[in-house]
């Protein structure tokens, strides 16, 4: 059994940038993650959220993969993610079978750096909290955004489209603002400022 985490900013904890799966520790380790989840470790910070526990090999790539499409690759500029893959796969598309992730689960234990270490009271209380579901960073929050059939009216487009900042910071705090305002993702929030859907709308 494995699980589907998620990487949030400390400094702004609506702010998701990796979408990961992995066993208990892999949430907490900083071995093997890109140059680009260490830029954003360094300048933010990052919490830690359990998305979805005790899962299948097959249910934890399927949901990472609607997870990574939810959020958006930073690299492809459609979201916050600084994941390199659309996820849903093992290394060069290969889909590991459950005995393949048992092996690679054994290998991570033996190498992992944590081994041996206890965690800081910071982490402690963010897992306590989190088990609780009483994580103080989204208290009194919702992070369910509508389903993917759910529509705006036309005059929300019309609203977000005047007042969505447009600039090289393609999803920006503002981006977020919006998607909070009308309980859409983000990258909806995005694809209907730029024009990407609702073409209909004047």
Not at 18 to 43: A, C, M, T
Not at 70 to 78: A, C, H, N, T, V
Request: contains cysteine; glycine residues 8%.
């Amino acid at each position: 059994m494995s699980l589907v985490y998620l990487h949030r900013r400390k400094d702004n904890p609506e702010y998701v940038f990796y979408v990961g799966i992995g066993n208990r520790q892999r949430p907490l380790s900083k071995y093997d993650r890109s140059q680009e989840w260490h830029k954003e470790v360094e300048e933010h910070g990052y919490l830690i959220e359990i998305y979805k526990d005790n899962l299948k090999s097959k249910e934890t790539y399927e949901l990472e993969k609607k997870l990574i499409s939810f959020y958006g690759r930073k690299d492809l500029g459609l979201g916050t993610l600084v994941n390199m893959t659309d996820g849903g796969k093992g290394k060069n598309n290969h889909i590991m079978s459950d005995e393949q992730i048992q092996k690679m689960r054994e290998r991570m234990l033996k190498n992992n750096p944590f081994k041996g270490k206890k965690h800081s009271e910071e982490t402690k209380k963010i897992l306590s909290e989190k088990k609780k579901g009483k994580s103080s960073w989204n208290k009194g929050k919702t992070m369910n955004y509508k389903n993917g059939s759910a529509k705006l009216s036309d005059n929300d487009v019309r609203y977000i489209r005047k007042y969505f900042k447009k600039g090289s910071n393609q999803y920006n705090s503002n981006t977020l603002e919006l998607s909070k305002k009308f309980n859409v993702s983000p990258n909806s929030i995005r694809n209907c400022a730029f024009g990407i859907t609702y073409k209909n709308v004047k």
